[in-house]
């Protein structure tokens, strides 16, 4: 006799509905298997039950099934976004690579981790050194070279300066000692057409301005004594009124 039909409803009974989901998660389980296996697919079979609780199933692993499927569920523009981030993610690799390669480099070339590298490496890296040192030595010749140039050039400036100099000083004492021989000789002109006898001038003979004097002073008093007395009023007087 056949099996009737089970009409597709919930189970309101709650241990008939328990025990169906555990029979029909373990079939369901094992059919998942059964054709990953037999026919080499990449299944995953996730379950959560009513109550939360999850069951899974994964041949190559949940996660890879789950990226794979979402890449290739992706849109046209999210298509195109998964293409411009793979291309920036090998840019990434690649420059890391690259990064990592010249710090190799430079580390061989300060002589460290030398160790695992070949004869036919040491011999490249030797060469590279002696390479390097060779410009290095010529940089450093062509700048000595050019600062030579430069104090050359300096020397030479300072030299037409100090010719200058030279030149302006050896005009200024010409023309000073033309000076001093000049004022000389007209000084000497001076002297000899106005003589200047200051021992033979007498103090007395000049009065730079008039004054007035009252009373007496000794020494009118003693020149009084060597004239006559009949002059010596008329000198007293005029000697105590002079304007």
């Given at each position: 006799?056949?099996?009737?039909?089970?009409?597709?409803?919930?189970?309101?009974?709650?241990?008939?509905?328990?025990?169906?989901?555990?029979?029909?998660?373990?079939?369901?389980?094992?059919?998942?298997?059964?054709?990953?296996?037999?026919?080499?697919?990449?299944?995953?079979?996730?379950?959560?039950?009513?109550?939360?609780?999850?069951?899974?199933?994964?041949?190559?692993?949940?996660?890879?099934?789950?990226?794979?499927?979402?890449?290739?569920?992706?849109?046209?523009?999210?298509?195109?976004?998964?293409?411009?981030?793979?291309?920036?993610?090998?840019?990434?690799?690649?420059?890391?690579?690259?990064?990592?390669?010249?710090?190799?480099?430079?580390?061989?070339?300060?002589?460290?981790?030398?160790?695992?590298?070949?004869?036919?490496?040491?011999?490249n890296l030797e060469k590279q050194l002696e390479g390097?040192?060779?410009?290095?030595?010529?940089?450093?010749?062509?700048?000595?070279?050019?600062?030579?140039?430069?104090?050359?050039?300096?020397?030479?400036?300072?030299?037409d300066m100090n010719k200058q100099l030279r030149l302006?000083?050896?005009?200024?004492?010409?023309?000073?000692?033309?000076?001093?021989?000049?004022?000389?000789?007209?000084?000497?002109?001076?002297?000899?057409?106005?003589?200047?006898?200051?021992?033979?001038?007498?103090?007395?003979d000049y009065q730079a301005e008039p004054f007035l004097?009252?009373?007496?002073?000794?020494?009118?008093?003693?020149?009084?004594?060597?004239?006559?007395?009949?002059?010596?009023?008329?000198?007293?007087?005029?000697?105590?009124?002079?304007?």
């Amino acid at each position: 006799m056949g099996r009737g039909r089970v009409e597709l409803k919930r189970i309101e009974n709650k241990i008939n509905r328990q025990v169906t989901f555990s029979k029909r998660r373990n079939g369901l389980l094992k059919k998942a298997y059964e054709l990953s296996v037999l026919c080499d697919a990449e299944v995953a079979l996730i379950i959560f039950s009513s109550r939360g609780k999850l069951y899974e199933f994964g041949s190559v692993g949940i996660t890879k099934t789950i990226e794979r499927y979402q890449r290739c569920s992706f849109t046209p523009q999210d298509d195109h976004v998964e293409c411009e981030t793979q291309s920036w993610y090998q840019e990434v690799s690649k420059l890391k690579a690259k990064y990592e390669s010249l710090q190799r480099t430079q580390r061989h070339l300060l002589g460290e981790d030398l160790g695992p590298l070949s004869i036919k490496e040491l011999q490249n890296l030797e060469k590279q050194l002696e390479g390097a040192l060779a410009q290095a030595r010529q940089r450093k010749t062509q700048i000595m070279i050019e600062q030579m140039e430069e104090l050359r050039r300096r020397e030479r400036h300072l030299g037409d300066m100090n010719k200058q100099l030279r030149l302006k000083l050896e005009a200024e004492g010409f023309n000073l000692k033309a000076m001093e021989s000049l004022w000389s000789s007209t000084s000497a002109a001076g002297n000899s057409s106005f003589p200047f006898q200051p021992a033979q001038t007498n103090p007395m003979d000049y009065q730079a301005e008039p004054f007035l004097q009252i009373g007496y002073h000794q020494y009118v008093q003693a020149e009084a004594s060597n004239v006559p007395k009949s002059m010596a009023c008329e000198t007293n007087f005029m000697q105590g009124w002079i304007l």
